[in-house]
């Protein structure tokens, strides 16, 4: 069956530094892809996503490519801030969700 | 803001009480699900309604009993609950295409944080 395996955090970086979490997928045919952000204390809310092959999923600096080849969607932010402090969550279209990635910005 | 709202925001209740938490949607999705998100495990998805109708239930005991009365609303009835159960309950709504049953972005309430004492 389906199935999302996400990066273990918890991450901790300092302010300005480059992140990425990855997530890899198994799927059967071509899934759309999904990460979702959580902040303390609210529910999940899309970051970003991607529908096919290739395709770049972009939202406040953070940025995923679907790589069909590799099967992932790796997230990326060139310079973090203390407010991307979160839980993020890679999907996939059959409301399968990674376990979640929990990233500290440090000052 | 989401467009899905849910109350309560907090509950405590012991194993004998019976208590529901809500959901509503003001996007006009046809489908809204709930999961349950405990510390240090994946969000597990709990009941999954398109169009009203129940679509799944992955192996939820039966002390948890949702309810869908129309597309916009959503409700989880608990009964006899373990203290295993604390955990954040989320509800989420959807679009879905009904012939390719493919999901799109889901948008998420802020969850009820139950304790069971």
């Known amino acids: 069956g389906n199935s999302v395996t996400q990066m273990e955090g918890p991450v901790t970086l300092s302010e300005e530094a480059f992140l990425t979490i990855n997530c890899t997928y198994t799927a059967t045919g071509y899934p759309s892809l999904f990460w979702y952000v959580q902040y303390p204390g609210e529910g999940l809310q899309l970051l970003l996503k991607a529908t096919k092959a290739d395709d770049k999923g972009s939202n406040k600096g953070f940025e995923a490519t679907y790589r069909k080849e590799t099967t992932s969607f790796h997230l990326e932010k060139g310079s973090v801030q203390v407010s991307d402090s979160a839980v993020y969550f890679c999907a996939l279209n059959d409301m399968r969700f990674g376990a979640g990635t929990r990233l500290t910005v440090k000052p | 803001e989401t467009g899905v709202t849910q109350t309560p925001r907090h509950l405590v209740m012991g194993m004998t009480n019976k208590k529901s938490l809500k959901c509503e949607q003001h996007l006009g999705h046809n489908a809204m699900y709930w999961y349950k998100q405990s510390a240090k495990k994946p969000l597990e998805l709990m009941f999954v309604?398109?169009?009203?109708?129940?679509?799944e239930n992955n192996s939820v005991p039966s002390r948890f009993s949702p309810e869908c009365p129309n597309s916009s609303h959503l409700f989880l009835h608990l009964h006899t609950l373990q203290p295993e159960d604390s955990a954040l309950y989320l509800c989420a709504s959807s679009q879905v295409a009904r012939l390719a049953g493919e999901v799109n972005e889901q948008f998420f309430g802020p969850g009820t944080r139950l304790t069971v004492l």
């Open positions: 309604y398109n169009f009203k109708e129940q679509t």
